[in-house]
C-alpha cells in the first residue's frame, strides 16, 4: 500500500487537494476545487514533495470515487429483499487513509472536510439517483456502513414500532415472554409479535408496555398503551387493519388503535404514570356484615395509605414505604362471603395489597379496616385515566 509519512513522497490527485479546500467555494466539487487551487498549492506541493496524479494511483482516495457504481451495487444486493423508502450512507477507511489526509490537510490549513463525509455524501447521491429512494439524516430506514478496508457493506434496518392499545380478556396471559415460560407459550406479546413477525418478516420482536397488570389480572376499559417494536422486517408498508382483525380474532386478547410511530413513544409510555380503576371481588372466611363492610369502604375511601413493598415483588423492586392516594373506593355489589368494589387509586397503588393488608406492610388496608381477613378472588383493570 501506498503510503506517505515524514520525508516520503507521496501522490495526491485533483480531488483529494480540492477536498483540503472544501469549506470555501460553495456549488463546487472537490475535483472543481483541486483545479481552483492547484496553483496557488505548487509551492507547498513542491516543498513536500506531493506529485498531482490521477485518482487511480493518488494515495489516499484510491480512486474510490471512480467505484461509485460498484458500491451502489453492493448495497443494493446486500439489500434486496428488503423495503425501505429512506436511507443513508455512511463508511469507515482504513486508519493509514484518515492520518494521511490529516496529514495532507494540515499542510493546507485544515480547511478541508473528510474524504469520509464526500464519500458519503457521493455514495448517497448514487444510491438515491440510481432508486429514486431519499436520504434521511435523523431516521433512515435502512444504513448502510461501507467497509473501505474490505470492501463490504453492513445494513442496519430501522425497526418497525407500531403504538396501540391492548385489552385481555382472558386471565393467565403474561404480558412478556421471558418472565412465565410455563404458559404454552402464550403471552400479549406473542399473540400480537407474531402477527406482526408474519406480515413485516422481521427476525424478532419486543413488546414495550406502559406499565404491566399481574399475569391474573384482566385488562379492560380503554385498554393498556403498548408500542411493539419489530427488529430488521423486510416489509415496512404493512396493513394494520388487517394486523389488528388478525390479533384480534385470537379472543384472549384485542388491540386498538394501531399506528406507526417512533423510538420516542417507547419512552414516553414507559415513563408515564396514570390512575387507574379497578374492579375487584373480595372474599372473607365467612359471610359478610355489609353495614361494616360499608363503612371500612368509604374509611378508605379518599384517603392516603401506606405500602411497604410487597413481598411478592420485593426481589424486583427496593424496599420502601409509598404514600399513595385511594382516590375513591365504591361498594357494587354484597352478598354472602363476597364483594365487590370499585377502586380508583393513584398511579403505582398495589390494589390486592389494599384490600388483604399484606400482613401489615400496607396499612391502612380493607382487612384492617374491616376487622377480619379479606382474600382478593379477582382483580380486572376497568380504566387507565391517561
Ligand atoms: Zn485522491
Known amino acids: 500500500m501506498q503510503g506517505f509519512s515524514g520525508d516520503q513522497h507521496f501522490s495526491i490527485c485533483l480531488r483529494c487537494l480540492g477536498r483540503a479546500y472544501a469549506t470555501i467555494g460553495h456549488g463546487l466539487s472537490n475535483v472543481e476545487r483541486g483545479r481552483i487551487h492547484l ?14 496524479v490521477e485518482e487511480d494511483q493518488c494515495s489516499i482516495c484510491r480512486s474510490v470515487f471512480r467505484r461509485m457504481d460498484d458500491f451502489v451495487n453492493l448495497a443494493l444486493n446486500e ?41 458519503n455524501r457521493e455514495v448517497g447521491k448514487a444510491i438515491s439517483d440510481r432508486t429514486g429512494k ?27 414500532y407500531i403504538y396501540g392499545t391492548y385489552i385481555k ?35 424478532n420482536y419486543f413488546l414495550h408496555g406502559s406499565g404491566r397488570e399481574d399475569v391474573d389480572v384482566r385488562m379492560q376499559g380503554n385498554g393498556r ?6 427488529q430488521n422486517p423486510r416489509k415496512r408498508s404493512i396493513d394494520l387493519m388487517t394486523i389488528r382483525d388478525e390479533i384480534n380474532m385470537t379472543g384472549d386478547i384485542a388491540v386498538d388503535s394501531l399506528s406507526f410511530t417512533s423510538r420516542e413513544t417507547v419512552v414516553k409510555i414507559k415513563g408515564a404514570n396514570h390512575d387507574k380503576s379497578y374492579r375487584v371481588i373480595i372474599t372473607g372466611d365467612n359471610p359478610l356484615d355489609p353495614q361494616k363492610f360499608a363503612q371500612a369502604v368509604s374509611r ?19 424496599d420502601l414505604i409509598r404514600r ?9 355489589q354484597i352478598s354472602g362471603n363476597t364483594a365487590v368494589c370499585v377502586v380508583n387509586a393513584e ?26 381477613p379479606l382474600k382478593v378472588q379477582s382483580l380486572d383493570v376497568i380504566w387507565i385515566y391517561r
Not at 412465565?180 to 418478516?201: A, C, F, P, R, T
Not at 378508605?300 to 427496593?318: C, N
Open 347 to 372: 398511579a403505582g397503588t398495589y390494589i390486592k395489597e389494599l384490600i388483604h393488608g399484606d400482613e401489615g406492610r400496607t396499612n391502612p388496608s380493607l382487612s384492617g379496616e374491616y376487622g377480619s
Open 39 to 52: 496553483t496557488e498549492s505548487l509551492p507547498i506541493l513542491s516543498e513536500k514533495g506531493i506529485a498531482i
Open 169 to 203: 380478556n382472558r386471565r393467565g396471559i403474561p404480558q412478556t415472554r421471558w418472565i412465565h415460560q410455563d404458559n404454552n407459550g402464550v403471552s400479549v406479546e406473542q399473540i400480537i409479535g407474531d402477527v406482526v413477525m408474519k406480515h413485516s418478516l422481521c427476525t
Open 324 to 332: 399513595r392516594n385511594i382516590r375513591e373506593m365504591v361498594l357494587e
Open 225 to 230: 398503551e403498548f408500542v411493539l417494536e419489530a
Open 300 to 318: 378508605l375511601s379518599g384517603k392516603d395509605i401506606y405500602q411497604r413493598t410487597p413481598l411478592r415483588v420485593s426481589s424486583r423492586r427496593s
Open 79 to 119: 439489500s434486496s429483499g428488503y423495503e425501505f423508502s429512506t436511507f443513508l450512507a455512511g463508511s469507515t477507511f482504513p486508519q493509514d487513509v484518515s492520518d494521511e489526509e490529516t496529514l495532507l490537510q494540515g499542510f493546507f490549513g485544515n480547511i478541508g472536510e473528510s474524504i469520509k463525509k464526500e464519500f
Open 134 to 160: 431519499a436520504v434521511d439524516k435523523i431516521s433512515p430506514d435502512m444504513t448502510f456502513h461501507f467497509d473501505l478496508e474490505y470492501y463490504q457493506v453492513k445494513l442496519e434496518i430501522r425497526s418497525l
